[in-house]
């Protein structure tokens, strides 16, 4: 026995070291073996839900095209509201721009009505001066 102790390790620790050894072993298997089962389970949930949402599309709107028709409608309507905001948006700029020409052709003419009520006033002054002048021409003669 001294030998044996001396060259290795003991017949005893060579045992303990390979028995501990397979329990490793079928521990790494049990747990590969648990990740593919749990693997395995994933898929099958994601297929029963997806097997679910088509019953109760079923259920709903009888069938599955009937659904899938809905959805189309449902987003041709959205890009079709979608353009017309598009449109809307367009128009407004369009309209804020001439609104703006408007309001600068009204300042424009405002301007011009009070240069011309400037001129007819300075023309009925005038005239008020002619009639004026006029009337002291007859009463002086």
Do not use: C, H, P
Not at 21 to 38: H, P, T, W
Request: hydrophobic fraction near 45%; charged fraction near 30%; glycine fraction near 4%.
């Amino acid at each position: 026995m001294g030998n044996e102790q001396v060259k290795g390790f003991s017949t005893n620790a060579k045992a303990f070291i390979i028995i501990l050894l397979f329990i490793n072993i079928a521990f790494a298997v049990k747990m590969i073996n648990k990740y593919y089962s749990m693997k395995d389970l994933g898929y099958r949930r994601e297929k029963t839900f997806k097997e679910e949402t088509t019953k109760r599309v079923m259920k709903a709107f009888a069938s599955v095209e009937e659904a899938n028709a809905l959805v189309n409608e449902i987003k041709q309507q959205k890009e079709s509201a979608e353009n017309a905001a598009k449109l809307l948006a367009q128009r407004e700029l369009e309209l804020q721009r001439k609104n703006q020409e408007m309001i600068d052709a009204i300042a424009f003419l405002e301007a011009e009505k009070a240069k011309l009520q400037g001129e007819i006033w300075a023309l009925e002054d005038q005239l008020s001066l002619a009639r004026q002048t006029i009337s002291d021409m007859r009463s002086g003669k």
